[in-house]
C-alpha cells in the first residue's frame, strides 16, 4: 500500500520555511523520533513524504510520524550545534548514536596554552582546558569545527608561536588562520577571538561575521 501523508502533516508541509533550521519528527503520543538539521527546510522536510525515499529506516520513520515540530535558525551553524544539543537531551531512537562501549566526544579549547588550539577528544581530563559536550555524534562535531573555524580562524599547527616566522602556513592563505605566526595578531587579541569562539559554543554569543 502506497504511503500517503495526514492530513496534519500536509498542512504543516505547505507552510514551510525555506531558511535553515531544525526539524523534529514526533508520533502520535508526542514522543520524539528523529531530530535533523538544514540548510533548506522547506526541500529537506519534504523530501521525507516523497513518493520514493532512499531508504528503508526513512520509510519506517515516516510511518510513524504524526507531528513536525521546526525551529528556524539564522545560519546553518546554530542549526547544527542546536541539532547536536536537541540529539544530546532526547536521544530520538531514529538518530545514530554512539554504542555504550564508546566515549562521547567533546570539544576541547586548549585555554591553559598560550595560543590555544581547538580539538576533538573522548577524554576529559584536568589540564586547564575547556571542554564543550559530550554530543552523541562525532561526524556532527567535526562539522560543527569546520563551520566555526570559517568565524574563528584558529590555530590548528604544531608551530611554536613567536610571531616572528618568515611566512604563514597555508591556512592563512585560505583565510582559516589569523597568522599570529607571523605577527598578524597578537597573544591578546588570538585569545579574545577564542573566548567569543567558546561564548559561542555556550550559546551566549550572537553569529560574528568576519570582519566584525
Known amino acids: 500500500m502506497a504511503y500517503e501523508p495526514t492530513e496534519r502533516i500536509q498542512n504543516i508541509l505547505a507552510n514551510l520555511p525555506t ?3 531544525v526539524y523534529i519528527h514526533k508520533n502520535q503520543a508526542g514522543q520524539i ?42 545560519t546553518e551553524l546554530e542549526a547544527l550545534l542546536l541539532e547536536m544539543t536537541l540529539i544530546k537531551q532526547h536521544l530520538p531512537p531514529y538518530n ?34 575547556r571542554y564543550f559536550g559530550p554530543y552523541t555524534s562525532v561526524w556532527a562535531v567535526h562539522q560543527t569545527l569546520d563551520l566555526i573555524r570559517k568565524i574563528f580562524p584558529y590555530l590548528t599547527c ?37 573566548a567569543q569562539l567558546m561564548d559561542f559554543l555556550e550559546g551566549k554569543s550572537r553569529i560574528y561575521c568576519r570582519g566584525d
Open 19 to 21: 531558511g535553515p533550521g
Open 96 to 129: 545514530i548514536r554512539l554504542k555504550d562501549d564508546k566515549r562521547y566526544p567533546y570539544i576541547k579549547v586548549c585555554w591553559q596554552d598560550p595560543y590555544p588550539k581547538v580539538l576533538v577528544t573522548r577524554r576529559m581530563e584536568k589540564d586547564g582546558g
Open 33 to 74: 523520533l528523529y531530530i535533523g538539521k538544514a540548510i533548506n527546510l522547506r526541500s529537506r522536510v519534504r523530501s521525507y513524504f516523497q513518493k520514493n525515499v532512499d531508504s528503508i529506516k526513512t520509510e519506517r520513520l515516516r510511518r510513524h510520524i504524526y507531528d513536525l515540530e521546526i525551529i528556524s535558525t539564522d
Open 158 to 194: 604544531d608551530r611554536t608561536i613567536t610571531g616572528q616566522d618568515e611566512r604563514a602556513c597555508l591556512y592563512y592563505d585560505i583565510k582559516l588562520c589569523q597568522g599570529p605566526c607571523i605577527g598578524k595578531v597578537n597573544q591578546s587579541e588570538y585569545r579574545r577571538m577564542i
